[in-house]
């Protein structure tokens, strides 16, 4: 899915929502327990019950590989599932040299035909340009992280006194364009979004930590977004594990309506 | 296997090399394609064959991740194959929320049982700590790498004018120990090891840029060896793609012993 496309189908559903499908074998409702693949039956269930409410999805690879081969199984099914209707991030966090990053590419980009996997920036260009010769995919680099120990490096200086997250953002966002690199900039750090805003304008933003984490939609909406909205709001716990009982697929629409309704207030 | 073993290993052996299995499909000599897991038949007669000659072996995740669910069969089922009579590393390069990296320590020190895992510091502490609840299991954090673009962020300059890489590790240094931390160091840049050395005297350090990637095996045992030794240095294509033809096991055999014969005169 391209950006145009993904422009169009967060008009049309009024939504910038990402659900994230970071799913736990060991917080599964015993309802979906005795599936032959428990964890696809319960990510089954939360795509029918979701898809309407958000244009992407996200999947952890880690929560699959914690299940070894079949978890993999798992992560590539769930992917097909949701099919090109919304647009499909490994959250993979990848990150190596050249020959390596086409092997990466191959297996989230040919083999998966996700339209995003995440990237972590510390081996520099290297670690993303070779992902950039599939066309309508996307390379996500961490900028900003949501997380509590991000500020370990992320927010320490460089030699001109600026955070380093700014450093990276600024040097990465050289290597390619808007229409085939975003960024992770989390929700937690809104104050930044302005900043961000000023050196990558045009750029799709991937915005973790809204819900179980506690970062603001408004704060985010009023920093980050672009004319083309340029934001993908990604929650994932306070959705998917909004009830553990038998309609915990009910619940977790309803949670992504509440998103969607209120993100719909800043769709004109 | 811990620090203490890892040390005997080597001394027995008289080498520090570290085979990596980075098995590519495309690669494949003709002789083991119509095996039933023909990466699999690959890895095990390189394994059979250069046992002898190294006391660990890497798996880079990307290779076997391109070949979907059954790559993550055959990694892990390679990894059995090698045992614990060697140190294993999944070079996954991982690095994300605390959450999260509970998941990946799952996969590859619970449902994978590796010795060690490589990690990348973008995100903080948050990325590295949560391995080190399990015993005898080794964080390996990417320090300075050996591809030519690691100069984009882990050359750049910090506040006090010092290289990223030493801040990095320098700050990372501090969340673990020798026992259950190591840090990746690239070969092709061995002039910075007597610096690093300063501020890590003890961690063993993993190596790689010798062989295709032209680092020098002199000049890293002259500024990077320590008491224990403290080094595996890695060698990947040099070794498995040594020859092409039906006795590429002997002539990957033949490879890693000269690497390990050289290595040697620097054991007493």
Known sequence: MNRETLHKEILKKKSFLCIGLDTDMQRLPNCVKNADDPVFEFNRRIIDATRDYCVAYKLNTAFYEANGASGWHTLDKTMRYIGKSHFTIADAKRGDIGNTCDMYARAFFEAMNCDAVTLSPYMGSDSVT?????????????????????VDFQNAKDQDGNDWFMHVIKTASGWGTADNMMFVVGATRAEYLADIRKIIPDHFLLIPGVGAQGGSLEDVVKYGMNKQIGLLINASRSIIYASSDDAFDSAAAKEAQTIQQAMSKFIS
């Open 130 to 150: 070779p992902f950039f010769k599939y066309a309508e995919k996307f390379s996500i680099v961490l900028g900003l992280t949501s997380n509590p120990s991000a």
